[in-house]
């Protein structure tokens, strides 16, 4: 989950010019710490990158998919829908 997390976080900052190096740099030190000072595996790392990897994956696909009540809703407001 350190992982995942630090991954994400710099995922999101990374859109914002001054925000993209420290928090770079802060969430790879999270995760060699997660593995020097905890008791995670490095394999623990790359299972939380994974994880991470999967959660931006699915959500920018949610992003792009409208939800069925939102379509039916926009096809009645534009008069386009069966009365």
């Not at 420290?22 to 939380?48: C, E, K, R």
């Not at 959660?55 to 998919?65: F, N």
């Amino acid at each position: 989950m350190h992982a995942a997390v630090a991954f994400l976080c710099a995922a999101s900052a990374f859109s914002v010019r001054w925000l993209r190096y420290p928090f770079l740099g802060l969430n790879l030190l999270m995760g060699t710490a997660t593995v020097t000072h905890s008791n995670h595996y490095l394999i623990d790392v790359f299972a939380g990158l994974g994880l991470a990897a999967v959660s931006l994956y699915a959500i920018s696909a949610l992003a792009r998919k409208p939800l069925a009540g939102q379509v039916r809703a926009l096809e009645l407001s534009s008069g386009h829908g069966a009365g």
